[in-house]
Every structure is written in structure tokens, then in C-alpha cells.
């Protein structure tokens, strides 16, 4: 026997479900997979966010629908604290006697960014899919709803750009799909811990005859899609360079014309349009493309990230431990981009790249003081370039203390 040889690795079972499933039924038919890996998030999860995204007016978007269309002001009939779980919460609104034996159906946008550590676990579970198929160009959106004998009260038109997944995390849902290249439609039943997936281009039709919790994820998946984005970091660059007159650029009536006929541009025109030009040319553009692209990948597309947390007051004890991988793009000049956690920043200084590098070698469980990754970088523990990069890096969750300074992830808010 050759005791030299390496054992056998341990198969990831997760890893192993994703690869089935990016092989037999990504982009293909409507489907639901009955043993999918799970989204990292559960029914009482998705209960806590759906509390949270109630008394937080923004990022968040919450509706709550009933059959004739949508309440305006649901105000006292959202989701609240005394609410133990989405049972509770269901038995308060049949008892309200505003909506008496109707159904309804609540909903909420972006309601992950609200607890750092819910997100990371859906973020973590989706990487997973996002190594077989390729990360989305484009934020991934998230969908959080609870209902019962909730009927959708029209189609759901379809979108050629994005892709669905909807995991239920409990109770039942009857799903209709009508894919536009086939015109045939689809009837998906899923249960508890199942997974529905259809492609790009369907439409479809929600039905929910009793209590069902659901998170649903639009996955972008062309990258054409990607163009009004651009426009917006372009649009976003051109407004930091303003050019006197921009608004009054109309052309003159008449335009001025050569004696053989042909139209002159007014000076109006042409100067802020090479003005313009030259903005473009350099590295800003690409820089602040970098910086979102960046953002996006260390997200594994979901947007919006959770935001910063409070920084620390470093001390050269502290211990310090890398907690996820720290995304570093190249942007010319000696200058780079770096993320975590869906939040980039930008950066120029050759100490903090070296300060960067040796985090990136250090393993996610390994620790090292402040003091000690000075000394390996070649600073002094109060450089300032050291304490506000690693201040950063706290902020964005990317080191954590040891022992912990404060909540840890699970318990963020």
C-alpha cells in the first residue's frame, strides 16, 4: 500500500447538487428541483428581514397585496415585532377584520442588506451556483414574500435579460410558467425546500392557496443588459466634470453654412462635445466600472450590500482574522481596486497593496496582530495608511477581531 499517496478528498454535497443543477436545468424548461442546495435561509430568517424591511423605509420596498390591487397605506397591518413567526403574523391580519376573508400577499425588495448575516449566507449558498454558470453581469435581485390564498391578479409579463429562482422555504406554491420560445405553459408545484427555476423570457403566475414563505432571486444573465449600467457610471463620471453652458447646447436656427453647401456645427456644439471626448479618455470611466464590477463580485451579485458597520479604535494586540476573500482588480499607474463584501474601494498606496497581499495570503482561520502585520508589511503599527486601511477592512467585514469586538455577524442588524 502506498501510504504516501494523498486521502481521498471529502465530496462537497452542495457543490455537487449545483453542478447537477447547472448541467440538467439552468436555462433550459421550467423546472422544480426537489433537492437543490438551499438558499442559506429558512422561514424564521425570512420572518426577522421581513420585520426589519417594515420599519426600514429604504433600501427597502414592502407592498402588501390583496386581491382588488395593493394597499397604500397597510401602516398597522405589516409585519411587527410581536409578530412571533408568519403564523402569528397571518392570525393577527385574519383577526384585523380590515381584510377580513380575503387573502393577501406581502412582498419585499432588497430586504437582505438589512442583517449582514442572512445576507452572507444567501450570498455564500449562490457563489456556489455562480462557479458552474458564471457570475451575473449585473446585480442579482432579491424578493422576500409571505402570503395565503393569494392569487396573482395578472400574468407577470416576461423578461428576456433575467432568469428566476425561487426557493420555498415553506407552506406551497403553484407556479404557471409560459416560456416565449416555446408558447407552452408549465404548471410548477413546490413544497417546502424546493426549488423553481425558469429561464430568461417566461411568463408567469403565482398562486398561493395556503401560508407560503418564498425568497425569489432575478438572476441577469445577458450581458447586453449591461449598457444602461455603463450609461450610469458614464453619466455619473461626466456630472463630476461640468461644462459651463451644458443646458443651454441647443443648435442655432439657422446653422451656418459654407458656400458650397455645407452645415457648420456651432462652437456650442463641438467644444463640450471634445471636452467631453477628453473626459472619457482617461482612466476614470474604467476605473469607476472596476470599482462597481468589483463590488458586484465580492457580493456574488447581490445587491445592495449590507451597509458598513462602526469602525474600532485599533491597538498593535489586536488579533485579526481574515474572514472572506478579498477581490483586488488592477487599474493601471500602480493604482488598484479592492472588495469585500460588496463594497469597493480604490487605492493608490504601495503599503497598503502590501498590506493587502499579506491578508490575502493569510487563511481565513489564522490570525495576526496588528504589530505583526505591520512588521510584515514594513510599517510601524500607527502608520496611518496601516490603521485606516485595516479600519476599513473592519468596516466592510472583511477582518474581524479576536476575541470579538462587539455583535458578531449572525446577530447584525
Avoid: K
Wanted: charged share 20%; proline share 9%; hydrophobic share 40%.
Amino acid at each position: 500500500m502506498n501510504r504516501d499517496r494523498e486521502p481521498p478528498s471529502v465530496p462537497d454535497p452542495a457543490t455537487d447538487a449545483w453542478r447537477r443543477f447547472a448541467a440538467e436545468h439552468w436555462a433550459r424548461e421550467p423546472v422544480v428541483v426537489a433537492h437543490a442546495p438551499g438558499p442559506g435561509l429558512d422561514a424564521a430568517g425570512a420572518h426577522r428581514l421581513l420585520v426589519a424591511a417594515a420599519g426600514a423605509p429604504r433600501p427597502t420596498r414592502v407592498r402588501l397585496a390583496v386581491a382588488d390591487g395593493e394597499l397604500r397605506a397597510p401602516g398597522p397591518l405589516l409585519p411587527a415585532p410581536r409578530d412571533r413567526d408568519a403564523a402569528d403574523y397571518a392570525a393577527r391580519l385574519a383577526g384585523a377584520g380590515r381584510l377580513g376573508a380575503q387573502g393577501w400577499l406581502l412582498t419585499a425588495e432588497h430586504a437582505l442588506c438589512l442583517n449582514f448575516g442572512l445576507w452572507s449566507r444567501v450570498r455564500g449558498a449562490v457563489a456556489g451556483l455562480w462557479r458552474h454558470v458564471g457570475l451575473p453581469p449585473l446585480p442579482v435581485t432579491a424578493e422576500l414574500a409571505v402570503g395565503t390564498r393569494h392569487r396573482a391578479a395578472e400574468e407577470t409579463g416576461a423578461r428576456s435579460d433575467a432568469a428566476v429562482l425561487t426557493w420555498v422555504l415553506a407552506g406551497s406554491l403553484t407556479v404557471r410558467v409560459r416560456p416565449e420560445h416555446t408558447g407552452t405553459e408549465f404548471e410548477l408545484r413546490a413544497h417546502g425546500g424546493d426549488l423553481v427555476h425558469w429561464p430568461a423570457g417566461s411568463a408567469h403566475f403565482d398562486d398561493r392557496t395556503r401560508l407560503c414563505t418564498t425568497l425569489r432571486l432575478r438572476v441577469p444573465v445577458r450581458s447586453a443588459a449591461a449598457l444602461p449600467y455603463v450609461g450610469e457610471v458614464v453619466q455619473e463620471v461626466l456630472a463630476r466634470h461640468p461644462l459651463p453652458g451644458d443646458e443651454q447646447a441647443a443648435a442655432p436656427h439657422p446653422a451656418r453654412v459654407t458656400p458650397g453647401g455645407r452645415l457648420v456645427p456651432a462652437h456650442r456644439l463641438t467644444g463640450p462635445a471634445r471636452r467631453y471626448a477628453a473626459a472619457l479618455a482617461g482612466d476614470e470611466p474604467e476605473r469607476a466600472l472596476l470599482l462597481r464590477w468589483a463590488g458586484l463580485r465580492s457580493a456574488a451579485g447581490l445587491d445592495p450590500a449590507p451597509p458598513p458597520r462602526p469602525g474600532i479604535t485599533l491597538a498593535p494586540h489586536h488579533r485579526l482574522r481574515r474572514t472572506t476573500e478579498l477581490v483586488r482588480l488592477r487599474t493601471g499607474a500602480g493604482a488598484e481596486v479592492w472588495a469585500a463584501h460588496g463594497h469597493a474601494r480604490s487605492t493608490s498606496s504601495v503599503a497598503a497593496r502590501r498590506v493587502l497581499t499579506h491578508l490575502a495570503h493569510l487563511g481565513t482561520d489564522s490570525y495576526t496582530t496588528v504589530s505583526a502585520l505591520a512588521a510584515a508589511c514594513r510599517l510601524r503599527s500607527e502608520d496611518p495608511e496601516l490603521v485606516t486601511l485595516v479600519d476599513a477592512l473592519y468596516r466592510v467585514r472583511a477582518v474581524e477581531l479576536e476575541p470579538p469586538w462587539g455583535p458578531g455577524p449572525e446577530s447584525e442588524s
